[in-house]
Every structure is written in C-alpha cells, then in structure tokens.
C-alpha cells in the first residue's frame, strides 16, 4: 500500500469543487454557497488529518528539498483564505439586485486562480509528501494512517 491511495480523496475534493461551480454557472447562488460549505468542510477534514496525523511522521523523514512542512501548511492556509472570501461574494452576490452576471464571471476567476494553487499543492503532495512518507513508515502503519485519512473523510464515499 502507498499514500499515493490518498489521491483519491483529492479526486473526490476536486468533483465536489466542480459541483459547486455547475450550480454558479446555473446561477443557483443558493445551491453554489450550499456545495461550497460541503466542499470546505472536506477539505478541512483532509487538511487536519495531514496536518495533525500525517505531518508528525513526515518530519521523520528529515530535511527535504522543496518540502518543509510549513509549505504545505502555508498551502492549506491560503487555500482556506480563498474559501472565506468566496463565501463572502456568494452572500454579497445574493444580496444585490441587477444582473449578476459579470460578478460571477470575476468570481469564476478567482476560483481558478484557487483551482491552480489547489493542481500546485496536490503535486507537491503527490511528488515529495507521499513517497517520504511511503519511505518513513511500515505496511502496517501505512495501513492504519490511511485508513484514518479515508475515515475522516467518509462523507466522500
Ligand atoms: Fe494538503
Ligand atoms: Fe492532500
């Protein structure tokens, strides 16, 4: 077994991403802001297994090039900050009168300026977080950390 399996859970935060921005593109702001609260909270779920799970057994691992943990850390933060002012336009967009479709298209932009760091981070995981972590770790405790990650994010099943 690898942590390469993790990438599932990404795939699976990417689809939920993509829901939500069907509902944007269909002008449904209620069920856009709905989609984006689930996805959010998923992608919280998955970020503090790595952070508080995963992260301790990476350190094992020593000094990485391109890899210290406050990059990926750092990662997780910024991403979250995009949320925060999505959930922001959402509700402003909510509140206006008048034809919302330009503010949705500055809102489509910034969303792919967030699905870029997302494709970034999920790279680095998959190039330097996971193979150290297949490296510092045995079958058996590969097994039982990612079975805890595919736990914390059972909603996704
Ligand atoms: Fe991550
Ligand atoms: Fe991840």
Redesign the pocket.
């Known amino acids: 077994m690898s942590f390469a399996k ?1 990438l599932k ?2 795939e699976r935060l990417n689809e939920l991403f993509l829901l939500h921005q069907e509902a944007l593109l269909r002008l449904d702001l209620e069920l856009a802001a709905e989609r984006l609260r689930i996805y959010e909270r998923e992608l919280r779920a ?1 970020m503090r297994v ?1 952070e508080e799970l995963l992260m301790p057994v990476y350190e094992r691992a020593g000094k990485i090039a391109g890899g210290p943990p406050e990059f990926f850390i750092g990662e997780h933060r910024r991403m979250l900050e995009f949320l925060t002012r999505f959930a922001a336009a959402l509700s402003e967009l909510k509140g206006e009168s008048g034809d919302p479709a330009r503010r949705v298209i500055r809102l489509f932009d910034e969303e792919a300026m967030f699905k870029s760091l997302c494709d970034h981070h ?1 790279m680095r ?1 998959r190039n330097i977080f996971f193979p150290a972590l297949d490296r510092v770790t045995d079958e058996a405790e590969r097994q039982e950390l990612i079975g805890r990650c595919f736990a914390a994010n059972s909603q996704l099943e």
Do not use: A
């Open positions: 993790l859970i990404h998955h790595e999920d995981e």
